[in-house]
């Protein structure tokens, strides 16, 4: 039997609770391969040139011509730098911040260099070549993008520390705890194995929020706590709440911030199916598309809380504090959006699948 002591923070041995070693705790700092980075990459280096070609040209056409012709070899060079990183990620992730950046620059010093000589290859009759100048600009740049990849990574701490004491809050009502220890106490002798489940749920809840270090989770984590908060407020709700599954296994390794689906399944419990007297529905459904997983929460509500447009007001917070992790997690590549959307609240997300598991 699994135990069942609420508010425990210790370590579980039991199947539900596997430990994950501690070097993947971090974020990936050199996480180069999302393509918002690419884009924002392609974006400094071309605004670094094109200063800097401003300096030479006589006039406008020149330096169009002047930046274009540098780009024949500062562009390959950049696309260059941008896989070597991308495909060296977890190596370099285990190197200290000083390290990573010695690299960065290094590699970026190569890149410059073989601009240089990708030009020379053009550009036949201008003398001498500038190899220091160009392996000094490129390891400044790479260097740059090195720490604004490192300020990225930091910059998901503080948000996941608030994500974490915002659903710590949430999950650490009152009335939620004595809903829940009440429906246990009044099912211990009539259906005790039913008392101990609850409880069961209870503690995995509270574990989950008080001992989850991980930067990333997975869709099946995420269901997995999800399922288990459901099936505390299907005691409270019964036959008010109604609730469908539609999972394709596919998604199951695509990656979330952890305590991300949880809260969202509140929501829809809070703002759905607790203000309608007839209760509600709540269906959860993930799909893999090619390679885009699609998660979707919908939830039937109240003609008087869908006359005041739901969720404008009592789920802002917390679907703003979603957006942002999202974002701080897979940049562009995920898309976010909450609202009506045919009679019903519908909140859906579109991230990246993954074949293999964080």
Partial sequence: MQETEILSTLPVSGPKAPQRPQSDERMLVFDACHIGVVL????????????GVMFLADGVSDWVTRLALINGGALPALLGWLIITCLLKRPLHGLSVGMQRTFGAALGAFAGVLACWLLSWVLTDTGPQPWIASGVSGGLMALALVTALQMRARGNTPAATTARLAELQARIRPHFLFNTLNSAVALVREEP?????????????????????RATSTMADEIELARRYLDIEQIRFGERM?????????????????LLLQPLVENAVKHGIE?????????ISTEQRSRRVILQITNTVPPSVEK?????????????NVRDRLRLLHDVDCD???????????????????????
């Fill in 40 to 51: 924002r990459a392609l974006l400094f280096v071309q605004t670094v040139l094109a200063a």
């Fill in 193 to 213: 194995a039913k008392a101990e489940a609850i409880l069961e749920d209870l503690s995995d809840l509270f574990r989950h929020a008080l001992a989850e270090q």
């Fill in 242 to 258: 109604r609730v469908q599954w539609q999972l394709d296994e596919r998604a199951n390794n695509a990656s979330l911030p952890p």
């Fill in 336 to 358: 976010f959006s909450a609202g009506m959307h045919n009679g019903l609240y519908r909140v859906r997300i579109a991230l990246p699948a993954n074949d293999s598991p964080p």
């Fill in 275 to 283: 203000p309608s007297a007839s209760g509600g529905k709540l269906r």
């Fill in 308 to 320: 005041r447009s739901h969720g404008t007001r009592g789920q802002g917070i917390a679907l703003a």
